[in-house]
Antibody, heavy 118, light 107 residues
Framework: QVQLVQSGAEVRKPGASVKVSCKAS????????ITWVRQAPGQGLEWMAW????????KYAQKLQGRVTMTTDTSTNTAYMELRSLRFDDTAVYYC???????????WGQGTLVSVSS | EIVLTQSPATLSLSPGERATLSCRAS??????LAWYQQKPGHAPRLLIY???NRATGIPARFSGSGSGTDFTLTMSSLEPEDFAVYYC?????????FGQGTKVEIK
């Protein structure tokens, strides 16, 4: 069965970086893109970015451009999202999800809480 | 970017009642509109893709309609497990965008 398993919760200080992983199983990793979505406490869903696992093509939300980088490792079927220069308002649950280009987001990871606190 | 506006923000209904949720796009998204359900503490779940197609395992009481700029999610008869927050999302243009959500709560 398709699964996306994310890394555990992180706490960072403002200005630091965080890297969240998303390990995929149960399907051919390179056949689907990976989308990252975040949700601040009590707020709605915010689309962040998408990466093609097949060719590495990326798309980013303009507000995050320059601070976020997505990568994939096809040897371990793992996607990564790195967010730099963290601010207090980056505190959120970060989700990875399968799809986002020609397909909707049909499988999601369990979410990773990133807390930015001094 | 395409702005999706959902209405109402909150819908208060009783089990067994019909729920109708709206999503309006700031420009045409064709049929590239999906609906997701989210329960507290859980990841979102895909309900409807391409405006009107139920995702795998989604009960027939959920239906989607619309095209262009106006879309509707209908739940024909609410079950207790349907009380949740619902989001629409477009994949017509980059960046992809979500609506702000509609909370369906028990009256």
């Amino acid at each position: 069965q398709v699964q996306l398993v994310q890394s555990g919760a992180e706490v960072r200080k403002p200005g630091a970086s965080v890297k969240v992983s998303c390990k995929a199983s149960g399907y051919t990793f390179s056949n689907y893109g990976i989308t990252w979505v975040r949700q601040a406490p009590g707020q709605g869903l915010e689309w962040m970015a998408w990466i093609s696992v097949y060719n590495g093509d990326t798309k980013y939300a303009q507000k995050l451009q320059g601070r976020v980088t997505m990568t994939t490792d096809t040897s371990t079927n793992t996607a990564y999202m790195e967010l730099r220069s963290l601010r207090f308002d980056d505190t959120a649950v970060y989700y990875c999800a399968r799809g986002g280009d020609s397909r909707d987001l049909d499988y999601w990871g369990q979410g990773t809480l990133v807390s930015v606190s001094s | 970017e395409i702005v999706l506006t959902q209405s109402p923000a909150t819908l208060s209904l009783s089990p067994g009642e019909r729920a109708t949720l709206s999503c309006r796009a700031s420009q045409s998204v064709g049929s590239y509109l999906a609906w997701y359900q989210q329960k507290p503490g859980h990841a979102p779940r895909l309900l409807i893709y391409d405006a009107s197609n139920r995702a795998t395992g989604i009960p027939a009481r959920f239906s989607g309609s619309g095209s262009g700029t106006d879309f509707t999610l209908t739940m024909s008869s609410l079950e207790p497990e349907d009380f949740a927050v619902y989001y629409c999302q477009q994949r017509s243009n980059w960046p992809r965008t979500f609506g702000q959500g509609t909370k369906v709560e028990i009256k």
